[in-house]
């Protein structure tokens, strides 16, 4: 679209407070040049309460939106320029196999908890809370883990393994105290066998799934930066494989990376283990103080979905546009499963 950019600004300005525009930090910078609040999982899901505009545009991927569909007030719209962004570790989890899943551990008699990584579907998010589960984001993961096991005998923590591993190393869950489900097909559906068997001394049961992004960040690449350029730091997002994370000078939130970046030492090299947007913009904020480099490039085509046209496209038929609308069987048990992270993280 032609000046896709004034088309975008100038509908800012005449909508004024009925238009809110919220980016996830995996946006483009243009995209995010035009958006009121940019964040992570977390900090966009804990803003939707407080919004006061009729419409709020979602730059992120499916997910996002369904969540802040299920947080709004009546009244409010939500919208996404990009509906077909989905989230590929999202998809490893059926609402289907978790039923079966719990249904199968919980056969023996032990209360399962189910935790679900932010990263999930809507449905997933009503299973969950249907369990007395909660949702989690990286940034809380190991305030949320701490909370499930609290409540019950074991925890089902899905859908991203990785994540799973690397908070319960953070809160020193033992590895004999962990189980990793397998995956499997029935009737070309994602499934699990699974048997309360597997519960058996486990504290904590792992879906098997993972993030096609981080999931290709290497210890080998890690290895060369501390061989070539041993100052450096290495800061790796919680998505990444356990031996990326463990070697890393430290992981966190894109939020947590964000500050680690900022409050690194002046004239510092600091390799990010992330979505390569991200830590392109860090690089550029940062030239004049400190080197910020990719420990590899890895970009999200999903997020990369969202562009300025599209942006512009959803914004020009806000009026008439079909909103982002989750079933209220599904909306009330996923909203109850949000609230439960939201409270516990006040």
Not at 279 to 303: F, G, I, P, S
Request: a negative charge; glycine letters at 6%.
């Amino acid at each position: 679209m032609q000046d896709a950019a004034k088309t975008i600004e100038d509908i800012r300005k005449a909508m004024g407070s009925r238009l809110a525009i919220l980016g996830h930090h995996y946006q483009s910078d243009e995209v995010l040049a035009h958006v009121d609040i940019t964040g992570d999982s977390l900090e966009l899901a804990r803003r939707i309460e407080g919004l006061e505009a009729e419409h709020i545009v979602f730059c992120g991927v499916w997910f996002m939106a369904e969540s802040a569909a299920i947080l709004r007030r009546k009244g409010q719209k939500i919208h996404i320029p990009a509906p077909d962004a989905a989230c590929p570790m999202a998809d490893m989890a059926r609402p289907e196999a978790l039923n079966v899943a719990l249904e199968n551990l919980s056969a023996s008699g032990k209360k399962i908890i189910p935790l679900t990584y932010v990263n999930s579907s809507a449905e997933i998010k009503a299973v969950v809370g249907r369990w007395g589960g909660t949702v989690c984001t990286s940034a809380n993961a190991k305030t949320m883990l701490r909370w499930a096991r609290e409540r019950g005998d074991a925890v089902l923590f899905l859908p991203d393994k990785h994540l799973a591993v690397n908070t319960a190393t953070a809160i020193g869950i033992p590895e004999e105290e962990r189980h990793i489900l397998n995956p499997g097909l029935i009737d070309g559906e994602p499934s699990l066998y699974v048997s309360s068997e597997e519960a058996e001394g486990k504290s904590l049961l792992i879906w098997p799934g993972y993030c096609p992004i981080h999931d290709e960040f290497t210890i080998k690449s890690l290895e060369t930066i501390r061989r070539e350029d041993p100052e450096a730091l290495v800061v790796v997002h919680p998505e990444c494989p356990p031996d990326v994370t463990e070697a890393a000078d430290a992981n966190g939130s894109t939020s947590f990376i964000i500050n680690y970046v900022k409050n690194a030492p002046e004239g510092s090299t600091i390799y990010v283990a992330t979505e390569a947007n991200l830590v392109n913009r860090l690089a550029e904020r940062h030239r004049d103080e400190k080197t910020v480099k990719v420990l590899e490039t890895r970009v999200c085509d999903d997020m990369a979905k969202t562009t300025t046209d599209k942006l512009a496209e959803q914004l020009l038929s806000l009026d008439k546009a079909e909103p982002v609308e989750v079933a209220e069987e599904i909306a009330k048990p996923a909203r109850k499963a949000l609230e439960r992270m939201l409270k516990a993280c006040a």
